[in-house]
C-alpha cells in the first residue's frame, strides 16, 4: 500500500498499516465538535485539517530566527468504521487537538486517539477499518520555522 498523493485515499484494515496513516497526520490538527458518530451506520467522521504537506508554501516573513511560511489547507476526513461506540471527554475544554499517536488493541477492539493534549478519545470497533480521504484545499495556515523547531500550524482563513 502506497502513500497518498494530494487528494488521495488511504484504507487501514491492519494493525500494521497505522503508522503509515501516522506518517500522513501526525500533529494535524482536529475540532472536537467538527466530530460526527452515526451510531446506526456504526461511523465516525473526524474531518481535520492538514497544513504540513508541503504543497505551495510561500514565504511571508523572514527574520533571522524563524521563517513564517504561508500554506494552502488541505481539508480530510478520517472515517472510522465498525465503530460499536466510542469515547470522547475534552476535560482540557481545548476545542482543537492534534494527532499524536493512534493505537489498536484487537483482543479488546479499541482505537485509542492519543494527542499531545489531554483528550480521552477511544472508539471500540467489531473490525479496524479506518480510511483517510483528501478532499481540497480551503483556506490557509501560517506555520513558523526557527533553527531547531517547527511550529503552528496557525489558521489565518477559512
Partial sequence: MGMPGIFGNLLVTERSDIEMLLGIIHDEFFEVDAIKYDASAGKLEIPFARAFHDQNARVVKKGFFRTIYEVPVLRCLLCISNVEEYTLEDTQHMGWYDFNT?????????????????????????????????????????????????????????
Avoid at 110 to 135: D, Q
Fill in 102 to 158: 493512534i493505537k489498536y488493541n484487537p483482543k479488546s477492539g479499541i482505537i485509542r486517539i492519543n494527542t499531545n493534549i489531554p483528550l480521552k478519545f477511544f472508539a471500540e470497533v467489531s473490525k479496524l477499518h479506518i480510511e483517510y480521504s483528501e478532499i481540497g484545499f480551503r483556506g490557509k495556515a501560517h506555520i513558523s520555522h526557527g533553527w531547531f523547531w517547527e511550529g503552528g500550524p496557525h489558521f489565518v482563513e477559512d
